[in-house]
């Protein structure tokens, strides 16, 4: 009996992967450039926390979770605007090394 663990129930040439549509390289260089801003500014928001992580605010309009909520809200905002001013270079290097990927998945492809 064979152990389905290690053999396929299907033989790997009858399984054949679907085909997605493709989009125009305008569309993915934009798309790619878009997620790695995206990224970046996830990234930032992160790295910023711990320099919030101190501050209180004072009674009787701050604290309590909806501070933390607000807060939170805040640093993904500078986090965005950093990133939207030109960020810290972060965004370029993922997005040259999608592109990358990309392109030797299309080459590997044909």
């Known amino acids: 009996m064979a152990d389905p ?8 040439a009858t399984v054949a992967a679907p085909r997605l549509p493709r989009v125009s ?3 993915d260089a934009a798309a790619m450039r878009r997620v790695a801003q995206e990224f970046e500014a996830v990234f930032l ?4 926390k711990p320099m919030f992580a ?16 607000w807060r939170s809200v805040q640093l993904d ?7 939207r001013s030109g960020g ?3 965004a370029s290097a993922v997005e040259r090394e ?4 990309q392109a030797e998945t299309e080459d590997a492809g044909r």
């Not at 663990?5 to 790997?12: C, G, I, M, N, S």
């Not at 309590?64 to 909520?69: A, D, K, T, V």
């Not at 905002?77 to 990133?83: L, R």
Request: glycine share 12%; charged share 20%; aromatic share 2%.
């Open 77 to 83: 905002e500078i986090g965005k605007s950093i990133a």
């Open 88 to 90: 810290i270079g972060l």
């Open 45 to 48: 928001a992160q790295m910023l």
């Open 5 to 12: 663990l290690t053999e396929p129930a299907l033989p790997v």
């Open 54 to 69: 101190d501050a209180e605010a004072e009674a009787p309009f701050g604290g309590g979770p909806s501070e933390e909520i």
């Open 98 to 101: 999608l592109l990358r990927l």
């Open 25 to 27: 390289a305008a569309t």
